[in-house]
């Protein structure tokens, strides 16, 4: 369990957080977003005990983290944006010294070694670190955070710069570790990656939470679902609005059931073939652009 109470960061006469409050329960997968200046990794630095705030307080499982910070350190993984690591050492050299850090046993450094470098695909083909792709580089620096299988993560920006597909891969590896119990509190200017894997959702406005919800919540009150219709060309009275996507395939949107309801009923009769009907909900980019108003 993580309470965050009225977490307030003032730099001066500037507040960079503002009265923050949220609790997560173990195995939520929590992303921040907002626009840049909106205290995102301000607020991660405080959470993982890096950044002392002004007021307020952080616990875990009911304990401050500034009353016990060693212990409570013990139990995050923490990647910042920018993955600065010793390369000139091998990756098991990195993960070992990581490893001793936290007093972990020879055994149990090595048997975590060989669990993160086989799910992670992590082949550094025995390379120093700085010979490694940047791709490479970022999935060492997740494997460095996990070396003590920490039970909370705090990632700013863990894809950010990557390939499509590392930055899947990595998206993937994330929704995984949240199914197996672990919370995890992340920032993405991805915001796709963030509809896909988190159950909860916080967007920041000059320091302050000014949205929090799951994604259906978010939707709910941000605008209602309006409907896609997939359908083959029609033998006449193609729709006004209909929107051609391939060779006599078309798509339409309609903004209501009853609407839906009259437009299939008329292409069916105009011997149209319904090919698909999507339901479309406004996106994450979407609300943040409505919040910034």
């Known amino acids: 369990m993580i309470d965050v109470y009225q977490l307030t960061k003032r730099y001066g006469a500037l507040y960079a957080l503002d009265n923050v409050s949220f609790s997560l329960q173990p195995g939520t997968i929590c992303g921040i977003i907002g626009h840049n200046g909106a205290g995102k990794t301000t607020l991660l630095k405080i959470l993982a005990g890096l950044v002392t705030p002004t007021s307020g307080q952080v616990s875990m499982n009911k304990i401050p983290i500034q009353k016990d910070p ?14 600065r690591l ?69 990632y700013d920006e863990a894809t950010s710069g990557l390939d499509p597909m590392t930055s899947r891969f990595i998206t993937g590896y994330l929704e995984d570790l949240g199914s197996s119990g672990k919370t995890i509190i992340l920032s993405a200017h991805n915001l796709f ?35 896609g219709v997939l359908f083959t060309e029609p033998a006449a009275n193609l729709p006004e609005k209909a929107t051609r996507l391939a060779d006599r395939l078309y798509r339409l949107e309609v903004v209501s059931i009853d609407e839906l309801n009259e437009v299939t009923t008329t292409l069916t009769r105009s011997g149209s073939e319904i090919k698909r009907i999507e339901s479309v909900y406004p996106t994450l980019e979407e609300m943040l652009v409505a919040v910034g108003k």
Not at 196 to 223: A, H, P, T, W, Y
């Open 193 to 227: 990656q963030v509809e896909r894997i988190c159950n909860l959702v916080i967007i920041l406005k000059q320091g302050r939470i000014v949205e929090m919800g799951s994604m259906d919540e978010l939707r709910e009150r941000f605008g209602t679902v309006t409907y």
């Open 70 to 83: 060693v212990r409570i350190k013990s139990h995050i993984g923490y990647l910042p944006e920018e993955s």
């Open 86 to 154: 010793y390369e000139t050492m091998t990756v098991p050299d990195y993960l070992s010294f990581f490893g001793r850090l936290y007093g972990l046993s020879g055994d149990t450094i090595q048997k975590r070694e060989n669990e993160l470098l086989s799910s992670l695909s992590l082949d550094h083909g025995g390379k120093q670190i700085g010979n490694l792709s940047k791709g490479m580089k970022r999935k060492v620096a997740l494997a460095r955070s996990l070396i003590h299988d920490p039970s909370l993560l705090i």
